[in-house]
């Protein structure tokens, strides 16, 4: 089979970006953080265009291991679309607490290189490659402001339970291989359909063994997906870690968790589908009722958005757990916007933190009158989050329970429901703060043009998605070859 590099052109542009990058900070000491920031930010945004016009370059490489495809393509377009994002709205915090800006933004763009080839993966092992380069870049991000205690142990922290879940995920793919002598995904989908075949039709795990390894993968996912029981390195780690990484990781890391999830259990794995959906939708249950419920206490805005992210992993596997092309493409709908969605609530909390000094919610009040652009942009970001009409949160979680009642999971559409009533409780307890209250400093917040930018795009964005059906096509497109038997 010939090696066609051309289907690679994203991803090693993105590999370029970050040593182009990073070779400037060594040559340029003096650009300082804000300078490459915008540079990545560029340069993001010119990939992000390349891969829009080339999102028809279909076609697999190196001997299987790489797929070009809809799916590998709408999956590339959001990570781009969060490195773009952070970067900007990194600019301003580089500046001031990074000494080699350079190796930031470098991380970050290999991050995203790695989660891109996890995307297009063709076997189990290129997509283990592909989480390693991708999470292994977040481990010192997470603990990059040295001289605070509490980056530091989120730092050690998502290392250890990182390693855990690669361990996990890797014990899984041996047993899948031990069974079926395959990683490759073709030869796994054609080994399953005829084994479910050959015990009379259906979909059905054939071996028990199988089975187990199965469940390890799904183990493995859920720490990326932050699905409860797999939830707990979250809240620490996003409230220790600097803001701008946080943000990074509550959008890529989940993307790339339901990324794979997709590739791998309605791809090969999808003649197992009574099994594995019915496990989906009980990770799905416990994560919306304990995301919901214990964000409701939380008095630092950082880890409530922890909780509310979680919860957020909960409506997203309902469209998984339905195992139908509507319920796919409602879920990458789903991650488009809630990529916009929660990187602009980051932004906004980056810009008050710099501002304030303050992470707690009580530091929000009176936001409206000491900055009315910032308090508008919270408003939009909390209520899209919760799910109010017309916002692009509300027609993400419709379509995501329409799916869910069409597969006849009326049980989790109802909790999904109640849920997303009690979560308006903690966002309007926000956003209460922020126009209700009255300010303790009346001074003016500032904005810096590049984090303005980010709150710019992010508020257009689920505006414009609030028209969902030009997306939602692409997402159904994207995920129609899963369902071809």
């Known amino acids: 089979m010939p090696i066609d590099l051309s289907l690679l052109i994203p991803e090693i542009a993105a590999c370029g970006l970050a040593l182009a990058v990073l070779g400037a900070d060594l040559i340029w000491p003096r650009l300082g953080g804000r300078r490459l920031g915008i540079m990545t930010a560029v340069g993001a945004a010119a990939i992000l265009l390349v891969a829009f016009l080339r999102r028809d ?34 600019a301003d915090f580089v500046e001031r607490e ?27 092992m290129t997509l283990y490659l592909g989480l390693e380069l991708g999470t292994i870049s977040l481990y010192p991000l997470a603990g990059y402001l040295k001289r605070e205690p509490r980056s530091g142990e989120a730092g050690l922290k ?14 899984g793919i041996s047993l899948i291989y031990g069974t079926l002598g395959t990683t490759v995904f073709a030869d796994l989908r054609r080994s399953l359909f005829e084994a479910s075949r050959s015990i009379g039709g259906g979909w059905a795990v054939p071996d028990s063994a199988l089975a187990l390894g199965m469940a390890f993968v799904i183990a493995g996912f859920s720490f990326k997906m932050v699905a409860v029981p797999f939830h707990m390195w979250a809240p620490d780690v996003y409230h220790g870690a600097p803001t701008p990484v946080t943000a990074y990781l509550s959008v890529a890391s989940k993307c790339a968790g ?3 999830v997709g590739r791998v259990f309605l791809g090969p794995l ?91 919610i009580a530091g929000y009040s009176g936001l409206s009158r000491r900055s009315p652009a910032l308090g508008f942009a919270l408003l939009l970001l909390l209520l899209s989050l919760g799910g109010i009409p017309p916002l692009a949160g509300f027609w993400a979680k419709l ?40 300010p303790v400093d009346t001074s003016p917040i500032p904005i810096p043009r590049p984090a303005a930018l980010t709150l710019l795009i992010c508020t257009a964005a689920i505006l414009v998605l609030a028209y969902p059906q030009p997306v939602l096509s692409l997402a159904e497109k994207a995920v129609r070859m899963f369902f071809v038997r």
């Open 158 to 171: 998502f290392m250890i339970i990182g390693a855990a879940s690669s361990a996990t995920l890797l014990y």
């Open 57 to 90: 370059a279909v076609g697999v490489t190196l001997g299987g291991l790489f797929i070009a495809d809809a799916y590998a393509g709408f999956f590339r377009l959001i990570f781009l679309a969060a490195v773009l994002l952070v970067a900007l709205m990194s």
């Open 270 to 360: 999808l003649a197992t589908a009574p099994q594995w959906a019915l496990v989906l939708a009980g990770l799905s249950f416990a994560s919306m009722f304990y995301g919901n419920l214990v964000a409701i206490p939380q008095t630092n805005i950082k880890r409530m958005l922890a909780y509310s992210g979680i919860a957020q992993a909960g409506y997203l596997l309902v469209g998984f757990a339905a195992v139908t092309p509507l319920g796919a493409a409602s879920t990458l709908f789903y991650l488009l916007q809630y990529t916009f969605t929660n990187i602009g609530a980051f932004t906004v909390v980056t810009v008050v933190a710099q501002a304030t000094g303050r992470e707690d």
């Open 258 to 260: 339901f990324a794979v």
């Open 399 to 438: 379509y995501v329970f329409a799916a869910g009642i069409g597969a006849g999971l009326w049980w989790l559409v109802t909790l999904g429901v109640l849920t997303t009533v009690i979560s308006l409780y903690y966002y309007l307890m926000v956003i209460k703060q922020a126009y209700i209250f009255d």
């Open 98 to 124: 990074v000494r080699r800006p350079g190796e930031y933004y470098t991380l970050l763009l290999f991050s995203t290189t790695g989660f891109m080839l996890m995307a297009a993966a063709g076997d189990l």
